[in-house]
């Protein structure tokens, strides 16, 4: 997957461009509204991450000139402007997704991830883990063709554990995928403990849950 | 008390007094008149019967006789010529009793002693005090009912001039001063007054709150940006812990120290985009168009931090009218408003605590939601700072950066909700939050 990063914040682009390389996308980076106008006319990306506030132009404008040229990729707001207008104008201007910086970039991955499988129209929606089944479209976790009810909120916590299997993620970043930044300052809270403790109850009637670890000070991890 | 009325009641009181002064001095007064008059006229006709003398000879009174006497019919008044007996010399006015045909009566007496041809002779001119009294009362009537209505025409006079000229006061304090919220818009128009010291009041306030104005949006502005600037270099942060984190060769110290950062970074990016919300907020950068049933809201509220109230223990009991509809909000403001309530209700709670949300509709159009808890409430002295930003708990064990409730006052002031806060150490705390319906 190719994707290019246009950021005139020339740090963030690379911590972005590290990540994602880690994670296997091919990046391209821009710093301004010219350059990054120019390497979005030329090449095609799966993914193009533009960033609203250029030093010599508004992301919104690239958007605007190609979106018609490039139906396929997956164009990604990125911006420190929070506004609902904003959103709205870049979500109208045919973007896919929209982040406010400052983001986890396990969440960008996700959207990413979750977009594509939209746009490619991936039919794979179901993931098994240990005995059970999860279907990530219809929101459902099976054992034995027996529906299991998750609340929403631990549906998302345990689909997005799924999605980034293997790998430790933080109280922070479930937290912040699952409730947004809007200002809930109780970052100390342990909400998500307590829903993954629900998790387990609920599913370890059916079988076992050992593939959902506690990591000591960290946070969780799904190993498969 | 109204400045008018200060103004006229001192007006109407000095008038009142200057004329209580001059009643209690009118008997006297007017005795004084009548009594300088009498001497005039008495004078008057001592020199016209000197005049009479001089031209046509004493003969012309006396005709041969002694003396001369003469009186009116109701002897008010008398005359008397005589040839004066002692050696005295006469020039006098006094108050002196007469017997006039047996009557015994008051007179005032001018007696006048002449030569007449080498002869001393005695004029009396007398006019009896009855007489000279006799205006007294029916004057000092007079003048008491000229003077009440005086008073009363110039207390009106004084209403009616002294509301004119206070008006401009009233406009400055009711167009500047009263009910004013921050910050003040429409401040151009000036009070219309001739009255310089009131141009002036006027002049300073307008300045006062330009520079009010000025310091306010300059202050918002920089909330807005030093919290918005903080954006950029905390994501750089955030990615980089991120891919540091990553990292499989990373001692488990490491990683937890990485890891204690990305928290401390997380509060930092919390406060930020708290102040962000305050400042647009203050802003109004949200639009107030939807329209919000208060029961829906709380149920979505519970909803979200159910878990919470599971770690304590706490039992919730939500008790709100079905048919109340919010109009022209804003549902995430609000949302947010009554989650940092119910948020800060579970947080200073106690294990196995209650909380209670009920609503009351006040009057036809004031429909009012209570969350109360059976927390640790908050001191009385602490009371009016809670709102304020960053403020310090002084218990400790709470952790908090002081700005839930800052947010809960911007969306309530924004929204021009009223929010009363009544607390009892020990016992809990109760929020009541305040709804214009219309």
């Given at each position: 997957m190719k994707v290019l990063i246009i950021e005139d914040e020339k740090t963030l682009a690379y911590e972005m461009e590290t990540f994602l390389k880690k994670a296997f996308y091919v990046c391209d980076l821009a710093h301004t509204f010219h350059d990054g106008l120019e390497k979005a006319q030329i090449n095609s990306y799966d993914f193009i991450l533009i960033d609203l506030g250029l030093p010599d132009g508004d992301g919104l404008d690239i958007l605007k000139k190609i979106k018609k040229s490039h139906p396929e990729a997956v164009f990604i707001i990125i911006t420190a402007r929070g506004n609902l207008e904003d959103k709205i104008t870049g979500l109208d201007l045919g973007a896919d997704d929209y982040l406010a910086k400052p983001f986890y970039l396990l969440e960008l991955q996700s959207r990413m991830q979750a977009i594509a499988r939209r746009k490619f129209n991936v039919q794979d929606e179901l993931l098994t883990i240990g005995d059970f089944e999860i279907d990530i479209q219809k929101r459902l976790v099976i054992h034995n063709k027996q529906e299991i009810e998750l609340s929403r909120k631990e549906f998302d916590l345990l689909s997005y554990l799924l999605l980034h299997k293997n790998r430790v993620l933080t109280r922070m970043q479930l937290s912040e995928h699952i409730w947004?930044?809007?200002?809930?300052?109780?970052?100390?809270?342990n909400y998500i403990d307590a829903h993954i403790k629900n998790i387990r109850k609920k599913l370890n009637v059916l079988a076992s849950?050992?593939?959902?670890?506690t990591v000591r000070g960290v946070g969780y991890r799904i190993r498969k | 008390m109204k400045l008018a009325t200060k103004l006229l009641l001192f007006i109407a009181g000095s008038k009142l007094a200057v004329a209580a002064l001059f009643i209690l001095l009118l008997p006297f007064l007017v005795d004084q008149i009548a009594s300088e008059y009498t001497n005039y006229i008495l004078k008057e006709q001592q020199e016209k019967v000197m005049d009479i003398v001089a031209e046509n000879g004493i003969q012309h009174y006396l005709q041969g006789e002694d003396s001369y006497g003469s009186y009116t019919l109701l002897k008010e008044e008398y005359i008397a010529l005589e040839p004066h007996q002692e050696k005295t010399i006469l020039d006098t006015i006094k108050d002196t009793k007469r017997i006039i045909e047996g009557d015994t009566l008051n007179y005032r007496v001018l007696s006048y002693t002449f030569n007449y041809q080498n002869k001393p002779y005695l004029l009396e001119v007398g006019k009896t005090l009855a007489s000279i009294h006799q205006y007294n009362q029916p004057l000092q009537r007079f003048a008491l009912y000229v003077l009440i209505s005086l008073i009363v025409f110039t207390v009106l006079i004084d209403v009616t001039f002294t509301r004119l000229l206070v008006k401009p006061l009233g406009q400055i304090i009711k167009t500047r001063?009263?009910?004013?919220?921050?910050?003040?818009?429409?401040?151009d128009t000036k009070i219309n007054t001739s009255t310089t010291d009131f141009t002036y009041l006027d002049e300073s306030i307008l300045i006062l709150m330009k520079q009010i104005n000025e310091a306010f949006a300059k202050e918002r502005e920089f909330t807005a940006n030093a919290s918005h600037e903080l954006m950029t270099p905390i994501s750089i942060l955030q990615h980089k812990l991120e891919n540091l984190l990553r990292?499989?060769?990373?001692?488990e110290s490491a990683e937890l120290g990485i890891l204690e950062t990305m928290k401390t970074l997380d509060r930092l990016k919390k406060i930020s985009s708290s102040l962000l919300l305050i400042s647009r907020i203050d802003n109004e950068q949200?639009?107030?168009k939807d329209e919000v049933k208060p029961i829906a809201l709380l149920q979505d509220i519970l909803e979200e931090i159910s878990h919470r109230l599971e770690e304590k223990n706490i039992q919730i009991h939500l008790n709100l009218k079905e048919d109340v509809l919010l109009k022209q909000v804003n549902q995430d403001l609000l949302f947010q408003l009554f989650y940092n309530l119910i948020n800060n209700a579970i947080k200073f709670n106690k294990e196995k605590g209650s909380i209670e949300i009920f609503d009351e509709l006040?009057?036809?159009?004031q429909y009012q939601i209570t969350v109360k808890d059976t927390g640790r409430g908050i001191a009385k002295a602490q009371i009016p700072f809670i709102?304020?930003?960053?403020?310090?708990?002084?218990?400790?064990?709470n952790p908090g950066y002081g700005l839930g409730l800052a947010i809960v006052k911007s969306i309530a002031s924004y929204h021009q909700i009223t929010i009363q806060v009544s607390s009892e150490l020990g016992k809990g705390t109760s929020f009541k939050v305040l709804f214009n319906l219309f």
């Amino acid at each position: 997957m190719k994707v290019l990063i246009i950021e005139d914040e020339k740090t963030l682009a690379y911590e972005m461009e590290t990540f994602l390389k880690k994670a296997f996308y091919v990046c391209d980076l821009a710093h301004t509204f010219h350059d990054g106008l120019e390497k979005a006319q030329i090449n095609s990306y799966d993914f193009i991450l533009i960033d609203l506030g250029l030093p010599d132009g508004d992301g919104l404008d690239i958007l605007k000139k190609i979106k018609k040229s490039h139906p396929e990729a997956v164009f990604i707001i990125i911006t420190a402007r929070g506004n609902l207008e904003d959103k709205i104008t870049g979500l109208d201007l045919g973007a896919d997704d929209y982040l406010a910086k400052p983001f986890y970039l396990l969440e960008l991955q996700s959207r990413m991830q979750a977009i594509a499988r939209r746009k490619f129209n991936v039919q794979d929606e179901l993931l098994t883990i240990g005995d059970f089944e999860i279907d990530i479209q219809k929101r459902l976790v099976i054992h034995n063709k027996q529906e299991i009810e998750l609340s929403r909120k631990e549906f998302d916590l345990l689909s997005y554990l799924l999605l980034h299997k293997n790998r430790v993620l933080t109280r922070m970043q479930l937290s912040e995928h699952i409730w947004g930044t809007f200002a809930d300052v109780d970052y100390d809270s342990n909400y998500i403990d307590a829903h993954i403790k629900n998790i387990r109850k609920k599913l370890n009637v059916l079988a076992s849950t050992e593939w959902l670890e506690t990591v000591r000070g960290v946070g969780y991890r799904i190993r498969k | 008390m109204k400045l008018a009325t200060k103004l006229l009641l001192f007006i109407a009181g000095s008038k009142l007094a200057v004329a209580a002064l001059f009643i209690l001095l009118l008997p006297f007064l007017v005795d004084q008149i009548a009594s300088e008059y009498t001497n005039y006229i008495l004078k008057e006709q001592q020199e016209k019967v000197m005049d009479i003398v001089a031209e046509n000879g004493i003969q012309h009174y006396l005709q041969g006789e002694d003396s001369y006497g003469s009186y009116t019919l109701l002897k008010e008044e008398y005359i008397a010529l005589e040839p004066h007996q002692e050696k005295t010399i006469l020039d006098t006015i006094k108050d002196t009793k007469r017997i006039i045909e047996g009557d015994t009566l008051n007179y005032r007496v001018l007696s006048y002693t002449f030569n007449y041809q080498n002869k001393p002779y005695l004029l009396e001119v007398g006019k009896t005090l009855a007489s000279i009294h006799q205006y007294n009362q029916p004057l000092q009537r007079f003048a008491l009912y000229v003077l009440i209505s005086l008073i009363v025409f110039t207390v009106l006079i004084d209403v009616t001039f002294t509301r004119l000229l206070v008006k401009p006061l009233g406009q400055i304090i009711k167009t500047r001063l009263v009910n004013r919220k921050f910050p003040f818009k429409d401040q151009d128009t000036k009070i219309n007054t001739s009255t310089t010291d009131f141009t002036y009041l006027d002049e300073s306030i307008l300045i006062l709150m330009k520079q009010i104005n000025e310091a306010f949006a300059k202050e918002r502005e920089f909330t807005a940006n030093a919290s918005h600037e903080l954006m950029t270099p905390i994501s750089i942060l955030q990615h980089k812990l991120e891919n540091l984190l990553r990292d499989e060769d990373l001692s488990e110290s490491a990683e937890l120290g990485i890891l204690e950062t990305m928290k401390t970074l997380d509060r930092l990016k919390k406060i930020s985009s708290s102040l962000l919300l305050i400042s647009r907020i203050d802003n109004e950068q949200f639009v107030k168009k939807d329209e919000v049933k208060p029961i829906a809201l709380l149920q979505d509220i519970l909803e979200e931090i159910s878990h919470r109230l599971e770690e304590k223990n706490i039992q919730i009991h939500l008790n709100l009218k079905e048919d109340v509809l919010l109009k022209q909000v804003n549902q995430d403001l609000l949302f947010q408003l009554f989650y940092n309530l119910i948020n800060n209700a579970i947080k200073f709670n106690k294990e196995k605590g209650s909380i209670e949300i009920f609503d009351e509709l006040l009057s036809f159009n004031q429909y009012q939601i209570t969350v109360k808890d059976t927390g640790r409430g908050i001191a009385k002295a602490q009371i009016p700072f809670i709102f304020n930003r960053f403020r310090k708990s002084d218990q400790a064990e709470n952790p908090g950066y002081g700005l839930g409730l800052a947010i809960v006052k911007s969306i309530a002031s924004y929204h021009q909700i009223t929010i009363q806060v009544s607390s009892e150490l020990g016992k809990g705390t109760s929020f009541k939050v305040l709804f214009n319906l219309f």
